[in-house]
């Protein structure tokens, strides 16, 4: 089972920073906070990863609270291409599976 | 980089027959996935294999389905006799290590209809 909660759905003007909340308050200390979006009928794609520290790439940016129990992922400057579904994940990584939930379907509005 | 390559990316066959999904990982990766989604269960994992050895396969539904990965580059997904209710989009995935764990990246999937 999916160890974490997120929304169902989110709206977010084009250009304006998308913040996508997870809440994932059973998390292990040696577990990673994973963020893969899918958009429709493709593969699901690799965001960010983070353990406990804030992390921020070429794609988005992922805010960890200082107790681990929740994150937030924040797409900048939001287009239309990022309309997708996004999975907040928690995993040990290494060969342990990751388990996808239902997710946030993020709509970005022109 | 190439990605993760599935084929073929559509199938539609009829109910009984032998079904053979592809996935070459992206080269260097030495784990690769196997999930299955459909709308009533979402995306979830069939099988993994790390060093093409098949590690947890608690996930493949019975024993209609099996998986092989003869070498680092290349992995079947079989499915002998399909039915209808396998009718899902099928998704290939290989990991590397990235600051400290591991990160999978997913190929495009196969769409497979059961008629």
């Known amino acids: 089972d999916a160890k974490t909660t997120q929304p169902t759905s989110m709206d977010c003007a084009e250009g304006r920073a998308a913040n996508l909340p997870c809440n994932h308050s059973t998390i292990s200390g040696n577990e990673y906070v994973y963020w893969y979006r899918q958009i429709h009928s493709q593969g699901p794609q690799y965001i960010i990863h983070g353990l406990k520290n804030n992390e921020t790439n070429e794609m988005a940016s992922l805010i960890i609270t200082e107790d681990r129990k929740s994150s937030t992922l924040i797409l900048p400057h939001a287009t239309l291409r990022d309309t997708a579904v996004y999975y907040c994940?928690?995993?040990?990584?290494?060969?342990?599976?990751?388990?996808f939930g239902k997710g946030t379907k993020l709509t970005v509005n022109p | 980089d190439a990605g993760v390559i599935q084929s073929p990316r559509h199938e539609v066959t009829e109910m009984g027959q032998e079904v053979t999904l592809r996935c070459k990982p992206i080269?260097?990766?030495?784990?690769l996935f196997w999930y299955r989604q459909t709308m009533m269960r979402g995306l979830e994992l069939l099988i993994y294999?790390?060093?093409?050895?098949?590690?947890?396969d608690s996930g493949m539904p019975e024993d209609r389905f099996s998986a092989k990965m003869p070498n680092a580059s290349f992995s079947t997904l079989k499915i002998q006799p399909s039915e209808p209710r396998d009718s899902a989009v099928y998704f290939c995935a290989s990991s590397t290590r990235d600051r400290g764990t591991d990160t999978q990246y997913f190929g495009p999937g196969t769409r497979l209809t059961v008629l």
């Open positions: 994940i928690v995993s040990k990584g290494g060969s342990e599976k990751l388990v």
């Open positions: 080269s260097g990766h030495n784990s």
């Open positions: 294999f790390n060093n093409n050895v098949p590690i947890d």
